[in-house]
T-cell receptor, first 112, second 111 residues
Framework: DGGITQSPKYLFRKEGQNVTLSCEQNLNHDAMYWYRQDPGQGLRLIYYSQIVNDFQKGDIAEGYSVSREKKESFPLTVTSAQKNPTAFYLC???????????FGPGTRLTVL | QKEVEQNSGPLSVPEGAIASLNCTYSDRGSQSFFWYRQYSGKSPELIMSIYSNGDKEDGRFTAQLNKASQYVSLLIRDSQPSDSATYLCAVSPSGTYKYIFGTGTRLKVLA
């Protein structure tokens, strides 16, 4: 089955820790995205990547880092510099031949 | 001014009625428009995309686009309680590979 997977589904972090959220897709999509969603809010773009080994900051990149070493994978690290990391994190991909983004199931991060 | 604006709701409609959801956007050069449905605690799922002025129908859903007035709407006919969700409008400005999302409209369909 083609799709986007994110792991873990739930993640708990102590203050001061870095954590990495996984995102994998087997849709052969070129572009991948990370969004953050807070309760009652829309989606805010953290980082995106259009090709391997290249990525761009979105609107709220501070305190986050990404890598894109493989087309299929786009992990997001939430660093200790992110002051308010508790949120729902969504990964999406977009085949550049088409025009639609599809989302993974999300990771809910809670800082204890 | 927000780039994509939606009324947060909740919009309450009785079962079987037509639900009308609206979205306005600020970038006049935008070319692609999308509606996503998001159930509580779940990720968004794409339900409609529209690129040209006019109406596009898919089952009970109709998307309407008016580029001159910079708005896009979603009509849901014969609304069902299972349609109760938050509906997100997304706009892709021309020449970018990014979406701009609205904050969503919460729809409640009352049985």
């Amino acid at each position: 089955d083609g799709g986007i997977t994110q792991s873990p589904k739930y993640l708990f972090r102590k203050e001061g820790q870095n954590v990495t959220l996984s995102c994998e897709q087997n849709l052969n999509h070129d572009a991948m995205y990370w969004y953050r969603q807070d309760p009652g809010q829309g989606l805010r773009l953290i980082y995106y990547s259009q090709i391997v080994n290249d990525f761009q900051k979105g609107d709220i990149a501070e305190g986050y880092s990404v890598s894109r070493e493989k087309k299929e994978s786009f992990p997001l690290t939430v660093t200790s510099a992110q002051k308010n990391p508790t949120a729902f994190y969504l990964c999406a991909s977009w085949g550049l031949a088409g025009d639609e983004q599809f989302f993974g199931p999300g990771t809910r991060l809670t800082v204890l | 001014q927000k780039e994509v604006e939606q009324n947060s709701g909740p919009l309450s409609v009785p079962e079987g009625a037509i639900a009308s959801l609206n979205c306005t956007y600020s970038d006049r050069g935008s070319q692609s428009f999308f509606w996503y449905r998001q159930y509580s605690g779940k990720s968004p799922e794409l339900i409609m995309s529209i690129y040209s002025n006019g109406d596009k129908e898919d089952g009970r859903f109709t998307a309407q686009l008016n580029k001159a007035s910079q708005y896009v709407s979603l009509l849901i006919r014969d609304s069902q309680p299972s349609d109760s969700a938050t509906y997100l409008c997304a706009v892709s400005p021309s020449g970018t590979y990014k979406y701009i999302f609205g904050t969503g409209t919460r729809l409640k369909v009352l049985a």
